[in-house]
């Protein structure tokens, strides 16, 4: 799944708050800060670097692995006024 708009891409979205699906073949950093454009309504590259507010080496080797134990993961950080949760079964949640 690819947050870029592609056949792939699932987006629910309320006032603040987006939801999208992704998989292991785009970077997992990649699909947060796609997102975060989404909830912001600007690019992507107009927002501040992912990397002021969370590693995203160590966000890609946190969802990296093997699919079941990736399953179970989850990692919730504060990206300017949102929250972001990120999920091993393919979520991205921006409040």
Do not use: C
Not at 32 to 57: F, K, N
Not at 58 to 77: C, K, M, N, Q, Y
Request: charged share 25%.
């Amino acid at each position: 799944m690819s947050a870029t708009g592609d056949e792939h891409t699932t987006a629910t979205t309320t006032p603040h708050q987006l939801e999208i699906d992704w998989d292991r073949r785009e970077p997992i950093s990649f699909a947060v800060q796609t997102a975060l454009g989404q909830v912001e309504d600007r690019s992507p590259v107009e927002l501040d670097p992912l990397a002021d507010y969370v590693d995203p080496d160590a966000l890609e080797a946190f969802f990296s692995g093997p699919s079941d134990e990736v399953a179970t993961r989850s990692l919730t950080f504060e990206y300017e006024s949102h929250t972001v949760t990120v999920d091993g079964t393919g979520h991205v949640r921006i409040n």
